[in-house]
């Protein structure tokens, strides 16, 4: 299964249809007694927010952030078959259900027997203290924000590391519509120091794909209390 995406052809290799997996499952939009107040966080919180160049369309798109949290220091990449899904950790991920948009976090699920194997997609269990999903978060639309405890991705063997990497998609049914790079493959993340506080915005790089305004992402934001 090849895509035409920037400057060559890229083997999705299920990240699709794996992240896609989920979508039928439904969910709720959560509220979070441990987030205070229009700005503040509980240690040990983060709130991303995910931006497009036009209104949401969670009818037609998936909106995935992916995260390294192994500390191998690799941006999991549009094309993780490659290098086994290496980079794949956890992810938050944002789709429709009934017509209903909800959110969810999700860990990837290695097989240890076969790495070629793509992953399997765990569906973490996200308490009412412990998971906030606000679908419109800028009132215009074009916004959307997830509050999550980031112990939620505390559930392998290996230790979450300090450093995590990430990358965003804009996904449909076999087809990735948009990611953070001016190519699939292009974008390097910077290093979230999640022992630390932050707030930080990164913009995505510009192209010159012609991407429907609710797929197009601007940028995320990532604000961290340790």
């Not at 040990?44 to 497009?52: A, D, E, I, K, N």
């Not at 794949?88 to 959110?103: E, F, M, T």
Request: glycine share 8%; proline share 7%; charged share 15%.
């Amino acid at each position: 299964m090849f895509l035409s995406f920037g400057l060559g052809r890229v083997r999705l290799a299920y990240l699709s249809v794996a992240l896609l997996t989920l979508a039928a499952c439904g969910g709720s939009v959560r509220t979070n007694p441990l987030v205070v107040g229009t700005g503040s966080l509980a240690p040990g919180f983060m709130r991303l927010t995910f931006r497009v160049s036009g209104k949401l369309d969670f009818s037609k798109y998936q909106y995935t952030v992916v995260f390294n949290t192994s500390g191998s220091g690799s941006t999991p990449e549009a094309n993780p078959n490659h290098t086994n899904w290496a980079a794949y950790s956890d992810a938050i991920k944002v789709a429709a259900s009934g017509g209903a948009a909800y959110a969810s976090a999700v860990q990837f699920v290695k097989n240890p027997a076969n790495p070629h194997m793509p992953p399997v997609l765990k569906r973490l269990d996200t308490g009412p203290s412990q998971f906030q999903f606000i679908p419109n978060s800028n009132g215009t639309g074009t916004a959307f924000t997830v509050i999550f405890d980031r112990s939620l991705f505390n559930t392998s063997s290996m230790p979450l590391s300090k450093g995590w990497l990430f990358n965003a998609f804009s996904l449909q049914p076999n087809r990735l519509a948009d990611s953070m790079g001016r190519c699939a493959d292009c974008f390097r993340s910077p290093t979230l120091r999640v022992d630390t506080a932050f707030d930080r915005t990164i913009d995505s790089e510009i192209n010159s794909r012609k991407i429907a305004p609710a797929a197009r992402i601007v940028s995320i934001e990532f604000d961290n209390n340790p």
